[in-house]
């Protein structure tokens, strides 16, 4: 019987060894750098699910406007629910590292056979220790490191929530900037139109001067290739509507072929500077921009984080208490002198324990949690640094967008009435075709310019908005226009 049992362990350890050799995974890699890796049929599988489509409520008027389109953004954006999730995951964090203040208590319920053969004596004996046992630890000093680390956590916690609302400042800003994109393209079909039926008017007068014998045939064709040239514009601008529309939906978290529609741009706008300068804009932007508050927690956490590594370096003291029952039963039917019995253990002391040497370890990791701290406090003054220069690039650009806009508007003025005398120049024969087209480019490029002015204004002043931290949550201005 105990050749047997040997051979038996033998093949068990034999097989152990085995299945411990190493083994490259048949599914880890691809066979060859210019071959796509193909999962064998017994790995696990990644299912990509569909995106489940969002509740679309219907426009209140037909048409959405900014308010509900950063509404519905803020909703069904993913950006703002990760945001939140990670918020929730360090609120967390936090509540494990406060867990230091409470004691730990386990329980344990074990079961051991032992076997015992003497061959000499040709006699065995099988013992049965069952046993329970509970068991306390409590923490009840150290110098700091577990108070540094839940103001660790805390300040973690208070980084993340303003990670989540510098998120929800993020998609507001975006939206605004699809929103008002989209709306140029519409106002730039809406001109494009305008210079297709301008070109066909032209080349109605062309015919009508051909006809009556005062004009040739290539004053026609000329016109017609203006025409042609006009409707290309125009379809090219339709490929440009579906664009913005599909970042427009992006933006809002919806998917790109859900039918809606936003209103259509002001006819007037008032393109008024500010009040504020950009001393005070700074200011404004020093104490509301979310980024350098995130920066400062992010700071402060560093900082609770060396010390954390500073008290770990340290003694602490430890308080530690247990109580159990353990029985040994002896197999009667089998020779033995042992006798059952039943053993009750209760202990409790307390211990101190003094990180002596550990291969430099805590040491290394004081350096780095304060090298982390160091750095924390430069990216802090750099993104000081960052936010002033942003504030003062989007406050010329909106002064230039303003300015741009107003030129535009007498541009067009001009333009428009520039066109006027051209056809009825050209109408009463004293004009030639090539005058009466070139004023037609002119209008039309006018009204382009219009469009995108008007666009560059409305972006500007939503980047300034969000500089200076006074974006509202629908895309609503905090800032003073000049009367």
């Given at each position: 019987m105990?050749?047997?049992?040997?051979?038996?362990?033998?093949?068990?350890?034999?097989?152990?060894?085995?299945g411990?050799?190493y083994?490259q995974?048949?599914?880890?890699?691809?066979?060859a750098?210019?071959?796509?890796?193909?999962?064998?049929?017994?790995?696990?599988?990644?299912?990509?699910?569909?995106?489940?489509?969002?509740s679309?409520?219907?426009?209140?008027?037909?048409?959405?406007?900014?308010?509900?389109?950063v509404?519905?953004?803020?909703?069904?954006?993913?950006?703002?629910?990760a945001?939140?999730?990670?918020?929730?995951s360090?609120?967390?964090?936090l509540?494990?590292?406060?867990s230091?203040?409470?004691?730990?208590?386990?329980a344990?319920v074990?079961a051991?056979f032992?076997?015992?053969y003497?061959?000499?004596?040709?006699?065995?004996?099988?013992q049965?220790?069952?046993?329970?046992?509970?068991?306390l630890?409590?923490?009840?000093?150290?110098?700091?490191?577990?108070?540094?680390?839940k103001?660790?956590?805390?300040?973690?916690?208070v980084?993340?929530?303003?990670?989540?609302?510098?998120?929800?400042?993020?998609?507001v800003?975006?939206t605004?900037?699809?929103?008002?994109?989209?709306?140029?393209a519409?106002?730039?079909r809406?001109?494009?139109?305008?210079?297709?039926?301008?070109?066909?008017?032209?080349?109605?007068?062309?015919?009508?001067?051909k006809?009556?014998?005062?004009?040739?045939?290539?004053?026609?064709?000329?016109?017609?290739?203006?025409l042609?040239?006009?409707?290309?514009?125009l379809?090219t601008?339709?490929?440009?509507?579906?664009?913005?529309?599909?970042?427009?939906?992006?933006?809002?978290g919806?998917?790109?072929?859900?039918?809606?529609?936003?209103?259509?741009?002001?006819?007037?706008?008032?393109?008024?500077?500010?009040?504020?300068?950009?001393?005070?804009?700074?200011?404004?932007?020093?104490?509301?921009?979310?980024?350098?508050?995130?920066s400062?927690?992010?700071?402060?956490?560093?900082?609770?984080?060396?010390?954390k590594?500073?008290?770990?370096?340290?003694?602490?003291?430890?308080?530690?208490?247990?109580?159990?029952?353990?029985?040994?039963?002896?197999?009667?039917?089998?020779?033995?002198?042992?006798?059952?019995?039943?053993?009750?253990?209760?202990?409790?002391g307390?211990?101190l324990n003094?990180p002596?040497?550990?291969?430099?370890?805590?040491?290394?990791?004081?350096?780095?949690?304060?090298?982390?701290?160091?750095?924390?406090?430069?990216?802090?003054?750099?993104?000081?640094?960052r936010?002033?220069?942003?504030?003062?690039?989007?406050?010329?650009?909106?002064k230039?967008?303003?300015?741009?806009?107003?030129?535009?508007?007498?541009?067009?003025a001009?333009?428009?009435?520039s066109e006027?005398v051209?056809?009825?120049?050209?109408?009463?024969g004293v004009?030639t075709?090539?005058?009466?087209?070139?004023a037609?480019?002119?209008?039309?490029?006018?009204?382009s310019?219009?469009?995108q002015?008007?666009?560059?204004?409305?972006?500007?002043?939503?980047?300034?908005?969000?500089?200076t931290?006074?974006?509202?949550?629908?895309?609503?201005?905090g800032?003073?226009?000049?009367?």
């Amino acid at each position: 019987m105990g050749k047997k049992k040997c051979k038996a362990v033998v093949a068990a350890l034999c097989l152990a060894v085995y299945g411990c050799a190493y083994r490259q995974p048949a599914e880890s890699v691809s066979p060859a750098n210019f071959q796509k890796w193909e999962p064998p049929a017994r790995s696990a599988e990644v299912k990509v699910e569909g995106m489940a489509k969002p509740s679309v409520p219907p426009p209140s008027e037909g048409k959405w406007g900014l308010t509900e389109v950063v509404d519905l953004a803020l909703k069904n954006n993913p950006a703002t629910s990760a945001a939140w999730y990670d918020a929730l995951s360090a609120s967390a964090r936090l509540g494990a590292a406060e867990s230091a203040d409470y004691p730990k208590v386990s329980a344990s319920v074990s079961a051991n056979f032992k076997d015992t053969y003497d061959s000499a004596k040709d006699f065995a004996t099988r013992q049965v220790y069952p046993g329970a046992a509970l068991t306390l630890s409590w923490l009840i000093m150290d110098f700091g490191s577990r108070d540094a680390s839940k103001e660790a956590a805390r300040y973690a916690l208070v980084a993340a929530n303003l990670t989540q609302n510098k998120a929800i400042e993020d998609v507001v800003l975006q939206t605004a900037k699809a929103y008002y994109l989209y709306m140029s393209a519409k106002a730039l079909r809406e001109a494009r139109e305008k210079a297709v039926e301008k070109a066909a008017s032209h080349l109605k007068a062309a015919e009508a001067r051909k006809e009556a014998g005062v004009a040739t045939i290539s004053d026609v064709l000329s016109a017609k290739t203006a025409l042609s040239q006009a409707n290309l514009a125009l379809q090219t601008v339709d490929g440009s509507i579906a664009t913005t529309r599909g970042s427009l939906a992006v933006a809002m978290g919806i998917p790109a072929n859900t039918p809606f529609d936003i209103e259509e741009a002001p006819k007037e706008v008032s393109f008024e500077n500010i009040s504020a300068d950009i001393d005070s804009l700074i200011d404004q932007a020093l104490k509301r921009r979310t980024e350098l508050a995130i920066s400062t927690a992010q700071t402060q956490m560093a900082e609770a984080n060396a010390r954390k590594a500073e008290g770990d370096l340290k003694p602490s003291l430890t308080l530690g208490a247990s109580t159990g029952v353990t029985w040994y039963e002896v197999n009667e039917n089998r020779l033995s002198s042992a006798t059952d019995r039943r053993e009750d253990l209760f202990s409790v002391g307390v211990t101190l324990n003094y990180p002596l040497f550990t291969g430099y370890q805590y040491e290394y990791e004081e350096k780095r949690a304060r090298y982390e701290a160091q750095s924390a406090r430069e990216r802090e003054t750099a993104a000081r640094q960052r936010v002033i220069n942003q504030v003062y690039n989007s406050y010329h650009a909106l002064k230039t967008a303003s300015q741009k806009a107003a030129a535009s508007g007498d541009l067009l003025a001009s333009a428009e009435r520039s066109e006027e005398v051209a056809l009825a120049r050209y109408k009463e024969g004293v004009g030639t075709i090539v005058e009466l087209l070139s004023a037609q480019a002119a209008l039309s490029d006018a009204r382009s310019q219009v469009v995108q002015a008007r666009w560059e204004w409305y972006s500007s002043l939503a980047q300034l908005q969000y500089d200076t931290g006074l974006l509202g949550l629908h895309g609503e201005t905090g800032l003073k226009a000049d009367r």
